[in-house]
């Protein structure tokens, strides 16, 4: 797990085929950088390619950094 404000870099998506394409589809590719906003419960806000997006924990599982 990353905290917040600290700036990552992708290194891997992993989990079923289907959610790897929904996570590139919305920026979380490998070698991309990622910044943990803040984490809400069960979810998390991160800033990735200049979006800020909100994903579930459960997903945010399947991103290797």
């Known amino acids: 797990m ?3 404000g600290e700036l ?3 290194k891997k998506i992993g989990g079923k085929e289907e959610t790897r394409k929904f996570l590139e589809s919305l920026g979380f590719v490998a ?3 990622v910044i943990v906003i803040s984490q809400v419960g069960g979810n998390i806000i991160v800033n990735v390619k200049d ?3 909100a994903i579930g ?3 945010a ?3 290797i950094v």
Request: charged share 30%; net charge positive.
């Open 61 to 63: 599982n399947k991103i």
């Open 57 to 59: 924990m459960d997903m």
């Open 2 to 4: 990353v905290k917040e």
């Open 8 to 10: 990552s870099t992708i």
């Open 31 to 33: 070698g991309s950088t």
């Open 51 to 53: 979006s800020r997006i």
